[in-house]
């Protein structure tokens, strides 16, 4: 083989090496975790058993955004009605999509007319940090599921 044969060859398996690098490269720059954000409204009662309904809003670092209904559940010893605006920071997601479904929570609150709420919900390896501020008369603790679903265009 002579020297430009070998040369040239070589050339080639470099160039194409690095183009069979680049696909991978996307690949894996698709997979990077996002970062999203939630804005939400929550309006619930508890007797024994705790329900709250509300609305809220995501956007994530990529550009995703949906509109979302958020409904809580569960037991445990409270009283109380509320009212609950906040926002929250979600992590370990690929994808606006990552985020929907039912997380579990498990907070303490406790307050009359004005009162803060500060709780991490977890859903697999995916957090929500929330945080909020509302009005009405609580007391408390209670271990809930939280779920997140996006609202369909009409």
Same mark, same amino acid.
């Given at each position: 083989?002579?020297?430009?044969?070998?040369?040239?060859?070589?050339?080639?398996?470099?160039?194409?090496?690095?183009?069979?690098?680049?696909?991978?490269?996307?690949?894996?720059?698709? =997979?990077?975790?996002?970062?999203?954000?939630?804005?939400?409204?929550?309006? #619930?009662?508890?007797?024994?058993?705790? $329900?709250?309904?509300?609305?809220? !809003?995501?956007?994530?670092?990529?550009?995703?955004?949906?509109?979302?209904?958020?409904?809580? $559940?569960?037991?445990?010893?409270?009283?109380?009605?509320? $009212?609950?605006?906040? =926002?929250?920071?979600?992590?370990?997601?690929?994808?606006? =999509?990552?985020?929907?479904?039912?997380?579990?929570?498990?907070?303490?609150?406790?307050?009359?007319?004005?009162? #803060?709420?500060?709780?991490?919900?977890?859903? #697999?390896?995916?957090?929500?940090?929330?945080?909020?501020? #509302?009005?009405?008369?609580?007391?408390?603790?209670?271990? !809930? =599921?939280?779920?997140?679903?996006?609202?369909?265009?009409?």
């Amino acid at each position: 083989m002579s020297k430009r044969t070998f040369g040239l060859t070589a050339a080639m398996l470099l160039c194409a090496g690095a183009m069979t690098g680049l696909p991978a490269m996307s690949a894996q720059a698709a =997979k990077a975790p996002v970062k999203c954000h939630l804005t939400y409204s929550l309006k #619930g009662w508890s007797a024994i058993y705790q $329900h709250a309904e509300g609305r809220g !809003d995501i956007t994530c670092d990529n550009g995703e955004t949906s509109a979302v209904s958020i409904s809580m $559940h569960g037991g445990g010893l409270t009283a109380g009605k509320f $009212h609950v605006a906040g =926002k929250g920071d979600i992590s370990n997601v690929y994808s606006i =999509k990552d985020v929907y479904g039912s997380y579990a929570q498990a907070g303490a609150s406790a307050g009359v007319v004005r009162s #803060g709420t500060a709780q991490v919900l977890t859903k #697999g390896t995916t957090s929500i940090a929330l945080s909020g501020s #509302g009005e009405g008369v609580n007391l408390g603790v209670a271990v !809930d =599921k939280f779920d997140i679903e996006p609202i369909k265009a009409q």
